[in-house]
T-cell receptor, first 117, second 114 residues
């Protein structure tokens, strides 16, 4: 099991460029999430997908769009990158719908370090 | 709006000492998670606390949850250098169910020195 994988690992963009961050999980989880991590800010939820076919805004959705392509894949798109979007982006997945002693535990990918110049 | 506050944000400890990290949150929730992050790495799940009074232990770390006080603690016993990392608590926004919307604290950066 690879768990949660993300591509690319690093990316440098110029202001106004667009790009898509890819995420895939092989744990058969229903729910997937995109976070950004900035120094001193912890992690903040950008968008989430509670189940295949649904997506919802999190705490900081402005400037981003998402697509839940299928149960395994959840992508994050920056249509017109801005320097304020320089951050480390983490994708996560969980089996949020099944109560148990690990209910809602999220598993994180390795992250994408994005710099916008 | 759910807010999650950790303290301290920075902690420098000597090996062999004990210490506690605190995680307070502002609204009712019954699910709290602790994660560890090493520099430049991803987040690793440490503990899942799902009810009032829950206590989990793994090695030198013990986590507890008091939902009435809206407080979780992460206790470190006899610290060793390998525990140096940043520790995050995260609280599920939805009480009595789960959508997985976690609100994270800002993290506690722990440094254990010889």
């Amino acid at each position: 099991n690879a768990g949660v994988t993300q591509t690319p690992k690093f990316q440098v963009l110029k202001t106004g460029q667009s790009m898509t961050l890819q995420c895939a999980q092989d744990m058969n989880h229903n729910s997937m999430y995109w976070y950004r991590q900035d120094p001193g800010m912890g992690l903040r939820l950008i968008y989430y997908s509670a189940s295949e076919g649904t997506t919802d805004k999190g705490e900081v959705p402005n400037g981003y769009n998402v697509s839940r392509l299928n149960k395994r894949e959840f992508s994050l798109r920056l249509e017109s990158a801005a320097p304020s979007q320089t951050s480390v982006y983490f994708c996560a997945s969980s089996e949020a719908w099944t109560p148990g002693d690990k209910w809602g535990e999220q598993f994180f990918g390795p992250g994408t370090r994005l710099t916008v110049l | 709006e759910l807010k999650v506050e950790q303290n301290p944000l920075f902690l420098s400890m000597q090996e062999g000492k004990n210490y506690t990290i605190y995680c307070n949150y502002s609204t009712t929730s019954d699910r709290l998670y602790w994660y560890r992050q090493d520099p430049g790495k991803s987040l690793e799940s440490l503990f899942v606390l799902l009810s009032n009074g829950a206590v989990k232990q793994e090695g030198r770390l013990m986590a507890s949850l008091d939902t009435k006080a809206r407080l979780s603690t992460l206790h470190i016993t006899a610290a060793v250098h390998d525990l140096s990392a940043t520790y995050f608590c995260a609280v599920d926004m939805k009480y009595g169910g789960s959508q997985g919307n976690l609100i994270f604290g800002k993290g506690t950066k722990l440094s254990v020195k010889p």
